[in-house]
């Protein structure tokens, strides 16, 4: 059951859009606010709030806040059903996760690392708090790593008279600031791009020199917020921590 599923989100005015925005960020507090507060949030006037209240089929706004504490009460039973424990979480974990030949990817990976001046670990988002941790990790062994979020700024430590090893993590392979990231460097030479992805076929492994792939489901909130679990990416980049350490 999606919030307001008959309401094509495209088809909303910018006012519409600006009160569905709202509603959906503050689905907790809607049963419990009054006409004139989803207003002052939306930044609208009380007249547009009755009025997209109507065109989404209720006859009134107390209605809609009956509907939306259905809604509520629904997807709460369908987290408790779904809530996974500590035990659900290590058996998801199970090998099928990964590419048949994901120790022999890591263990190359490892041994690029080992030869090389510098390996920079590029990410965005949660991917990006993964890249900085494991690259302070290598640090701590004494390899001389670093991370990224900024794609940009770190174009002027690569050189190409010296071994450099670009990691790169992307769930879905497909972001853009590193697909601009590799056209910019697919040039320079003595550097090898390595890629950790869900999406052994997106275009960032494409124009990668090694894919480590793995499998989990994708999910986002409102398209742009990636809540996709990054379990299966933690366990590779400390498989990779071990192979270097040992």
Known sequence: MAFLEHIYSN????VEREIYNFLLDNIEKVPYMRVRDIAVGAHVSPTSVFRFIQNANFDSFTEFKFYVKNYLKQKRQ??????????????????NKFSPDIDEDIENL??????????IFVGLGSSGSLADYISRRLSNLGYRCISFQDTYSMLSLIRGDENTVIVLLSISG???????LLENIT??????????????????????????????DEERRRVYFDLSSQLPV?????????????
Request: hydrophobic content about 35%; some cysteine.
């Open 234 to 246: 933690m366990l590779i980049l400390e498989t990779l921590f071990d192979y270097l350490y040992k």
């Open 78 to 95: 369908e987290a408790s059903s779904r809530r996974l424990g500590i035990e659900e979480h290590i058996l998801s974990l199970s090998k």
């Open 11 to 14: 088809k909303l005015s910018d």
């Open 174 to 180: 497909e972001t853009r600031e590193l697909l601009e």
């Open 110 to 119: 490892a041994d690029k690392i080992s030869q090389a001046r510098l390996t």
């Open 187 to 216: 040039m320079i030479p003595n550097l090898y791009k390595a890629c950790v992805t869900q999406n052994r076929g997106s275009s960032v492994a494409s124009k990668s020199d090694a894919i480590i792939s793995y499998s989990t």
